[in-house]
Nanobody, 120 residues
Framework: QVQLVESGGGLVQPGGSLRLSCAAS????????VGWYRQAPGKQRKLVGS???????NYADSVKGRVTISRDNGKNTVYLQMNSLRPEDTAVYYC??????????????WGQGTQVTVSS
């Protein structure tokens, strides 16, 4: 089994920054694409951005220029650096990963989420 654990959320003032982490543990052969999603109260979960196994990133228009996704393959960890935070960034942030537990198969996993609140 594989577990994804997000951390780094919290309360931050508008204009502030946070770095979220998504750490994977368990039976891991390799981690393929990892995505960060967020879900605000009463709204659907939406993609914030993603990073492929070779480090290629993609971002939603709503956060482009304010967030950066990076990965440390040696630590099986993916980061979401968020700058210039706005109240509308308030949400629970989730990571999602395609993890190969052996060379032949990959499974999709979700973390439990971490709350980000942007408020003065």
């Amino acid at each position: 089994q594989v577990q994804l654990v997000e951390s780094g959320g919290g309360l931050v003032q508008p204009g502030g920054s946070l770095r979220l982490s998504c750490a994977a543990s368990g039976r891991i052969f390799s981690i393929n694409e990892v995505g960060w999603y967020r879900q605000a109260p009463g709204k659907q979960r939406k993609l914030v951005g993603s990073v492929t196994s070779d480090g290629t990133t993609n971002y939603a228009d709503s956060v482009k220029g304010r967030v950066t996704i990076s990965r440390d393959n040696g630590k099986n960890t993916v980061y979401l650096q968020m700058n210039s935070l706005r109240p509308e960034d308030t949400a629970v942030y989730y990571c999602n990963a395609w993890v190969q537990t052996d060379p032949r198969v990959a499974y999709n996993y979700w973390g439990q989420g971490t709350q980000v609140t942007v408020s003065s």
